[in-house]
Each structure stands twice: as C-alpha cells, then as structure tokens.
C-alpha cells in the first residue's frame, strides 16, 4: 500500500472512486408524498439542464440552474465550470437516489457520473449532496457539496492543464507543464510494460491527476492528507465487476514523486498503472501480498535490479536471523506500526509473485492472480487457486517461499 525508498508511496486504495454522474430520464429514486414526487421530478429536470450545460460547454446554461440569491455559490460554479474547459468530457449525467423535500427547500442525495473521451469504457461515478430551493414553481441549486467520505473533483481545485501521450491523459492543478509531461511520458512507458507482463486484455490506457499539493490529494481522496504522507501515488476504482471495466485514477502526489529518481517515479506510475489494469481481476479475496506484490513485480520486472537492491529490509532481517514465517498478511501493509514492517510487506508479496513467476512460470502468475480474484471471497480462495493453478497448498508454497528468501538475500 505504500512504498519505501526508491518506491515512496503505492497504496491501494481499491474501493475509493473519483466520479460523477448523470440523471437519465427513467431514472427512478425514493418517492414519498405527491408533494414529495413533484419535486423530485422538478429537480431532475433542473440536472437534466445543468449536466446538457456541461456537455455543451454552455457557461449560461450551466449558472441557471444556480439559485439567483445565492451570489457565492454562483461564483464558484463559474469558476468551476470554467476549470473544466480542458477536460475532454464524454458524458455527464446526474442519478438522483433520494430526495427529502419540505415546502419550498429541497435536500437530494445523487451520483453524478462522467466520462473521459476516448479513456473511460465506464463512468466515474461520485456521490453528491445537493440543497436547492424553488422560486416561481421552478428548482434552483442552491448547495453542491461531496457526499461524507468523498472527495472533491479536480477541477474543484483549480483551472485543470492537460498533458496527452500516446497511452495517457494526465491532468493537474498547479503544477508545471514539465510536470504532467513527465509524468505522461512514465505512464506511456507504463502501459506497454504492464500489457507485456499482464497476459490479460485491459484497456491499455491511463488517466492520472496531478494535484498541487499532498493537502489537496487528500481532497481529493477524502481522506486527511497524513494518510498520503511520503505515498507516490494512489490508485482508485471499484474493484471487481463483472461489467465494463471500471474507470480508474491514477493520483499523484507531488511532494513525495518530487523526491524520487527516475527509475522511483517510472516505479510508481507503473505499479500503479498495473492495478489498474487488473482492477477487474482483483476482489475481496485477493490478499494484498499478492495484488502488492504483483504491482511490483511488473514495475520491477525490466529494470535489471536484484532482489537484493529491491528487498533491503527484507534482506536485513533474513541476515539478522528474522526470517518470515508466514507470507505477508494484509494488517501488514498498514501503517501504524512503521515503515520497516511495511517495506518488508511489500518486498515479501513482490518475492511471492517473482518465485511463481520463476518457478512456474509469468503466464500460472497471471493465471493465478485470476483465479484468485475469480472467487470473489476470501475464505478458501487462496488454497483453492494454489490447488488448481500451482499445484502446491499454501503450506507448501510458503515452506518454498522462505528457502527462496534465504536463496536470494542471505
């Protein structure tokens, strides 16, 4: 989940989705009271303007539907619609989930969903809280703000520059040009290495934002910001699914990618890149060991470096007499007890997916991250992927593991 030395900063972050989206017309929320379902009717037609306002890049459209007295709000969104001039929008659509009305105010809990043109094969998705009032039989927003525990869009932040390659869009608040082609040029790098080592189809292509600061990655997360502290970078989307592949996010934080090298930063994005290409295929039943582990292992995979430049604290702690007894479990990638024991988290899961690779060979890897992920639920799924793709129990395959660290560190 987060990183150590050259690699400061993965965290998975599987279920926290960046999004927006949009009201269709049979759509359907809670109803209550007749008074009650005309509102809601009345509100939807209100997004209904507002997301064909942003679709049309029509500033006037999209400031009408903000209540006239409300001077600040009005503002704001001007700003923001404004921020949003460079974002190649597909879609935008508003789902209206519920609605809580009382006389002429209104509280509405919706999802708001995007799309980015010629990226997302599936919608952003981000659940808002929206106040509004009516005048004159006519709905009027009056308050747009981040459901608990979402985080801001960026363009909430500030005006967004772009930087396109040739498998990348990257879009940042703040930072330099320089900045987001760098970090374009890494993505572009990424995405043919992850699709060399990811014997799967995916979508080959990547978004990644670029905040101005760890603060506003927080914001964006919606999260503190001490959570990212020293984190590189961040994936999110829903994991899982049967549907289309969901639309991932690769975030950057730019103080700690800042303080890394060339071959950290390339690390980092393709790591990253790599749990998006696998999103589909990891579920509640894939350890951490191995969806870290197998990040890594695709990052590592062409850049010459030895288990014993990868693995350093690993290493130190088979040279001390340490060795681990027992794959790397889940609790161990947290943060609360040091960065030592999470170096040794992360370098132990990349050793597992490099043995399997080794020993087994990359595609039984790729196999096996699949059938694993395929179980949906983690009670069983280990033993029962080993079983069936490896040939070996977890027993075994750990007693394989521990003599591979001793062969490959002491």
Same mark, same amino acid.
């Given at each position: 989940?987060?990183?150590?030395?050259?690699?400061?900063?993965?965290?998975?972050?599987?279920?926290?989705?960046?999004?927006?989206?949009?009201?269709?017309?049979?759509?359907?929320?809670?109803?209550?009271?007749?008074? %009650?379902?005309?509102? $809601?009717?009345?509100?939807?037609?209100? #997004?209904?303007?507002?997301?064909?306002?942003?679709?049309?890049?029509?500033?006037?459209?999209?400031?009408?539907?903000?209540?006239?007295?409300?001077?600040?709000?009005?503002?704001?969104?001007?700003? $923001?619609?404004?921020?949003?001039?460079?974002?190649?929008?597909?879609?935008?659509?508003?789902?209206?989930?519920?609605?809580?009305?009382?006389?002429?105010?209104?509280?509405?809990?919706?999802?708001?969903?995007?799309?980015?043109?010629?990226?997302?094969?599936?919608?952003?998705?981000?659940?808002?809280?929206?106040?509004?009032?009516?005048?004159?039989?006519?709905?009027?927003?009056?308050?747009?703000?981040?459901?608990?525990?979402?985080?801001?869009?960026?363009?909430?932040?500030?005006?967004?520059?772009?930087?396109?390659?040739?498998?990348?869009?990257?879009?940042?608040?703040?930072? %330099?040009?320089?900045?987001?082609?760098?970090?374009?040029?890494?993505?572009?790098?990424?995405?043919?290495?992850?699709?060399?080592?990811?014997?799967?189809?995916?979508?080959?292509?990547?978004?990644?934002?670029?905040?101005?600061?760890?603060?506003?990655?927080?914001?964006?997360?919606?999260?503190?910001?001490?959570?990212?502290?020293?984190?590189?970078?961040?994936?999110?989307? $829903?994991?899982?699914?049967?549907?289309?592949?969901?639309?991932?996010?690769?975030?950057?934080?730019?103080?700690?990618? @800042? #303080?890394?090298?060339?071959?950290?930063?390339?690390?980092?994005?393709?790591? $990253?890149?790599?749990?998006?290409?696998?999103?589909?295929?990891?579920?509640?039943?894939?350890?951490?060991? #191995?969806?870290?582990?197998?990040?890594?292992?695709?990052?590592?995979?062409?850049?010459?470096? %030895?288990?014993?430049?990868?693995?350093?604290?690993?290493?130190? @702690?088979?040279?001390?007499?340490?060795?681990?007894?027992?794959?790397?479990?889940?609790?161990?990638?947290?943060?609360?007890?040091?960065?030592?024991?999470?170096?040794?988290?992360?370098?132990?899961?990349?050793?597992?997916?490099?043995?399997? @690779?080794?020993?087994?060979?990359?595609?039984?890897?790729?196999?096996?991250?699949?059938?694993?992920?395929?179980?949906?639920?983690?009670?069983?799924?280990?033993?029962?992927?080993?079983?069936?793709?490896?040939?070996?129990?977890? @027993?075994?395959?750990?007693?394989?593991?521990?003599?591979?660290?001793?062969?490959?560190?002491?």
């Amino acid at each position: 989940m987060t990183g150590r030395g050259s690699r400061t900063g993965r965290k998975r972050a599987a279920g926290c989705v960046l999004a927006l989206c949009l009201l269709l017309p049979g759509c359907t929320g809670p109803s209550g009271s007749a008074a %009650s379902g005309t509102a $809601e009717r009345g509100i939807r037609r209100t #997004l209904d303007r507002r997301a064909a306002a942003v679709t049309g890049h029509d500033e006037s459209g999209y400031l009408s539907v903000v209540d006239p007295r409300a001077k600040g709000l009005r503002t704001a969104q001007r700003a $923001e619609f404004r921020n949003l001039a460079s974002v190649p929008l597909s879609s935008w659509q508003y789902r209206v989930d519920d609605v809580r009305s009382r006389g002429t105010t209104a509280t509405a809990r919706v999802e708001l969903r995007y799309r980015i043109t010629g990226y997302d094969s599936a919608p952003v998705a981000s659940r808002r809280t929206l106040k509004l009032v009516e005048r004159d039989g006519r709905w009027y927003l009056d308050d747009d703000s981040p459901a608990p525990g979402t985080g801001q869009q960026l363009w909430q932040q500030g005006p967004v520059r772009t930087a396109r390659g040739k498998h990348s869009l990257v879009l940042g608040v703040g930072g %330099s040009v320089g900045l987001l082609r760098q970090v374009a040029a890494a993505a572009d790098r990424a995405v043919p290495a992850v699709g060399k080592a990811w014997h799967r189809k995916w979508a080959g292509r990547v978004v990644v934002l670029v905040p101005s600061s760890l603060d506003a990655m927080g914001a964006l997360l919606g999260s503190p910001a001490a959570t990212y502290r020293g984190i590189a970078a961040v994936t999110t989307g $829903e994991a899982g699914g049967a549907g289309a592949a969901p639309a991932d996010r690769v975030i950057v934080n730019p103080e700690a990618y @800042a #303080l890394l090298g060339r071959l950290g930063r390339q690390v980092v994005i393709t790591h $990253e890149t790599t749990h998006v290409a696998t999103r589909t295929a990891t579920s509640a039943a894939t350890p951490l060991w #191995l969806s870290e582990g197998f990040a890594d292992w695709v990052a590592y995979r062409d850049t010459g470096n %030895s288990p014993r430049e990868t693995a350093p604290e690993l290493q130190r @702690a088979v040279r001390s007499g340490s060795l681990p007894a027992t794959l790397p479990t889940d609790a161990d990638f947290g943060f609360s007890d040091g960065a030592d024991r999470l170096a040794r988290a992360y370098e132990g899961g990349w050793l597992a997916c490099r043995l399997i @690779a080794a020993h087994w060979g990359e595609q039984r890897l790729t196999d096996f991250y699949r059938a694993v992920g395929a179980q949906g639920q983690a009670g069983g799924a280990l033993e029962k992927a080993m079983n069936d793709v490896l040939g070996t129990d977890p @027993a075994a395959f750990t007693a394989r593991w521990r003599e591979y660290l001793r062969a490959q560190l002491d």
